[in-house]
Nanobody
């Protein structure tokens, strides 16, 4: 019933930009928490950005602070991740996640996940 669908991934050269989108259906996420995680091969899934859909308050991992911007359009149940100044280290599968619990980067707290969209940054 609940579905999160990511889009916007692709291949880009270092220094380039991409905008990821996550469209939610089957529920209204207003007042909830949406987050972007990423996972590279052989590594743990890590949180990169999160946002409270009501207030718009956001938080970023240090590794992306100043380069990535998370935003939302509540009328469309959609969250975005604008990724600028991309580095090869940003290469990963990017996942959108949603929770009505406390907003954090604790994976176990997220109830719904998208299937991911691949981001590849070349040097």
């Amino acid at each position: 019933q609940v579905q999160l669908v990511e889009s916007g991934g692709g291949s880009v050269q270092a220094g380039g930009s991409l905008r990821l989108s996550c469209a939610a259906s089957g529920y209204t996420y207003y007042t909830g928490c949406m987050a972007w995680f990423r996972q590279a091969p052989g590594k743990e899934r890590e949180g990169v950005a999160r946002i409270l859909t009501g207030s718009g308050n956001s938080y970023y991992a240090d590794s992306v602070k100043g380069r990535f911007t998370i935003s939302r359009n509540n009328a469309k149940n959609t969250v975005y991740l604008q990724m600028n100044s991309l580095k090869p280290e940003d290469t990963a599968m990017y996942y959108c996640a949603s929770t009505l619990r406390a907003c954090s980067f604790t994976r176990e707290r997220f109830d719904y996940w998208g299937q991911g969209t691949q981001v590849t940054v070349s040097s």
